[in-house]
C-alpha cells in the first residue's frame, strides 16, 4: 500500500528532484498533501481525482497521504499530478512497481485524464536522476534537448497506465519540432546614412559593450538597436544550456536542439515594473526579463520613460552579471549577462536638440525642424530619470540625428548584417582565445594584458581624468572599447592599445544631448 515515484519541481531556473510517496490505509477516506506544498500543490487532489475517475480508473476510499520528500525545501506547482496518480495506481496495485523503476513522471493532469505540458521542463529533466521520463507530447522535444534522458510521451492518463502494466506498446513520439516561430533579424543595409552610429553598433556586438542611443523622433534609434541581436554569433553549447534553461522556466518558446541556438532579445515595454525586470514575484521565483535576455540583448525603448527605480534596479546586474533576488522564504541568483541597448529622446517631446533640416516635410516652417516645446523644468525632470551611476554604465553614447535627405532617397545600399557579423565573430574568436566571451569581459591581470596602453594614449586618458570627464570605472571601461576598436582594425593583438583606438573609445562615450544639462 505504499509507493514512491520520482519527479521534481522549479525553483527559479533550476529544477529539484521530488520523491512522490503515496500510502494507502484503512480508515476515514481522505487525502493529505504534506511536505511544504503551495496552494497548486495541495489542489492536486481534486485534479488526481476526477482524472482518474474520467480514465475508469479506481479512486481508493480509503485513507490517503502524499509525501513530497525532502520535506524542507518547498514544493509549487502542478507538475507533481502526474506523479502522484502514478503513485496511487502503485500503491492500489493497479500498476506493478516494477513498472515505475527508474522512470521520472512530469506533468499536469487535467480533469478529463490528459497529461498536459508544464513550464520549466527543460530544468526538471536536467534535475532527475532516472535513465527516464515520462512527458505530456508537448514537452517532448523540450525534455529530448539535454540528450541525456529517454523520453517517453503518453496523452493521457489511462493511455500511460496500460503502457505501464504492458497492455499497449509505448506511443510514438510527435513527429517532428514544432515549426519555429521566430522572426530573423532585420537587416543592417536598411539603415541609410548613420556612419557613427553604425559603427557604434559594430563595436558594441563585437565587445559586448553597452549602448546609449539619443535622439529626436524618426532618428533611427530603434532602426539600429533592432537589428543589432543579427550580429550576433549563435550561441556556444554551454550558454545555449543556460539560455534554454532559462527560457523553459520563464514559459518562453525554446528551441530543440543545442545547435544553432541564436541569441534572446528581449524589449519590455517602459511601463514594466522592477519585479518584471530583475524575477521573483511568486514562490516558485519566475526569472525576469533580465535572465530571459542572459547571453543575448535586453533593448530598452523610450528609456526616459521608465521609472527610476526600476531603471536603478539594473546598475548590479549590469556589473556582476547576475540578479540576486532575496525574499522571505527564500533567495535565488538568477544570471543575467547581458548586452544592454537603449534609446531616448532628448526631451520629452523629442526635439531638444533638433537643428535645421530638409524642406517640404510636413510639421516643419521655413525649412526648420520642429522645435522643442518642454519647459527647462521638465525637460530636467525628464533628464534627471536616469541617474549618473547608470549613465556610467554605457560604454558607448552615440547621437544619432536625422540622415540626410539624399542618403535617404538616393543613397547606395549600406552594408548588410552578413559583411558586419563576419567582422563580430573575428573579434569574437579573438576575446576567446583571451579567456572571455567578449572584451566587455576582460578584468583585472587580463585587461592589463590585452588592453595596455602606449604613452600617448595613457597621456590622452590622463588629461581626461585630471579633467574629471572619466571616472575609473569609465577608465576600465575604455580600454575595453579600444581593445575592440583595434581588434575591429586589424592591429597586432600584442601590441599596445593607441591613441586612436583610446581616442575613438573616448569619444563615443562622451555626454550625450540627453545628459548635456545633467
Not at 195 to 224: S, V, Y
Amino acid at each position: 500500500m505504499f509507493a514512491s515515484i520520482s519527479s521534481a519541481t522549479l525553483f527559479g531556473v533550476e529544477g529539484r528532484q521530488v520523491s512522490v510517496e503515496v500510502h494507502v490505509s484503512p480508515g476515514l477516506p481522505g487525502f493529505a498533501v504534506v511536505g511544504l506544498p503551495d496552494e497548486a500543490c495541495r489542489e492536486a487532489r481534486d485534479r488526481v481525482r476526477a482524472a482518474l475517475l474520467s480514465s475508469s480508473l479506481v479512486w481508493p476510499q480509503k485513507r490517503i497521504t502524499v509525501n513530497l520528500a525532502p520535506v524542507g525545501i518547498r514544493k509549487g506547482g502542478s507538475v507533481l499530478d502526474l506523479a502522484i496518480a502514478i503513485g496511487l495506481l502503485v500503491a492500489t496495485d493497479e500498476v506493478p512497481q516494477a513498472a515505475v523503476e527508474g522512470r521520472s513522471f512530469l506533468g499536469e493532469l487535467g480533469l478529463d485524464g490528459s497529461v498536459r505540458r508544464v513550464t520549466g521542463c527543460f530544468a526538471l529533466v536536467d534535475a532527475l536522476p532516472t535513465s527516464e521520463v515520462i512527458v505530456s507530447p508537448a514537452c517532448f522535444w523540450e525534455a529530448t534537448a539535454l540528450g541525456r534522458h529517454c523520453v517517453r510521451v503518453g496523452e493521457s492518463l489511462r493511455e500511460l497506465a496500460d503502457c505501464l502494466r504492458g497492455l499497449l506498446p509505448w506511443p510514438s513520439p510527435p513527429k517532428g519540432p514544432p515549426a519555429c516561430s521566430a522572426i530573423a533579424a532585420p537587416d543592417l543595409a536598411d539603415v541609410r546614412g548613420q556612419p557613427l552610429a553604425r559603427l557604434a553598433t559594430e563595436i558594441a556586438a563585437a565587445g559586448g559593450h553597452h549602448i546609449l542611443f539619443t535622439g529626436p523622433p524618426g532618428a533611427g534609434k530603434t532602426m539600429l538597436a533592432r537589428r543589432l541581436p543579427g550580429l550576433l554569433p549563435v550561441l556556444s553549447r554551454d550558454d545555449a544550456l543556460e539560455v534554454l534553461r532559462i527560457q523553459s522556466a520563464a514559459g518562453l518558446p525554446t528551441a530543440a536542439s543545442l545547435l544553432n541556438v541564436p541569441p534572446p532579445f528581449r524589449a519590455p515595454h517602459h511601463g514594466a515594473s522592477a519585479v518584471s525586470l530583475i524575477g521573483g514575484g511568486t514562490a516558485s521565483m519566475r526569472p525576469g526579463e533580465l535572465s530571459c535576455a542572459h547571453r543575448g540583448v535586453l533593448f530598452l525603448d523610450e528609456l526616459g520613460e521608465f521609472a527610476p527605480h526600476v531603471l536603478d534596479a539594473l546598475r548590479q546586474p549590469l556589473e556582476e552579471g547576475v540578479v540576486r533576488v532575496a525574499r522571505a522564504r527564500a533567495t535565488v541568483t538568477f544570471p543575467a549577462r547581458f548586452l544592454l541597448v537603449a534609446a531616448t529622446n532628448p526631451c520629452p517631446c523629442g526635439w531638444a536638440t533638433a537643428g535645421p533640416g530638409p524642406t517640404g516635410v510636413l510639421g516643419q516652417i521655413d525649412g526648420e525642424l520642429p522645435q522643442c516645446r518642454c519647459s527647462p523644468s521638465l525637460r530636467d525632470r525628464y533628464r534627471r530619470r536616469l541617474s549618473g551611476p547608470l549613465l556610467d554604465r554605457f560604454d558607448l553614447r552615440v547621437d544619432v540625428t536625422r540622415p540626410d535627405v539624399n542618403e535617404l532617397v538616393e543613397g547606395d545600399a549600406a552594408e548588410g548584417s552578413w559583411a558586419v557579423a563576419e567582422r563580430v565573430a573575428m573579434a569574437r574568436n579573438l576575446a576567446l582565445n583571451r579567456g572571455v566571451a567578449c572584451n566587455a569581459g576582460l578584468e583585472g591581470p587580463a585587461l592589463s594584458e590585452f588592453a595596455s596602453l602606449d604613452c600617448a594614449a595613457r597621456q590622452l586618458v590622463t588629461w581626461h581624468l585630471r579633467r574629471g570627464s572619466l571616472t575609473a570605472r569609465g577608465l576600465s571601461r575604455i580600454r575595453r572599447v579600444a581593445r575592440t576598436i583595434a581588434d575591429l582594425w586589424g592591429e597586432p593583438i600584442d601590441h599596445a592599445l593607441g591613441e586612436a583606438a583610446v581616442g575613438l573609445a573616448i569619444e563615443l562615450r562622451r555626454p550625450s544631448s540627453f545628459e548635456e544639462e545633467l
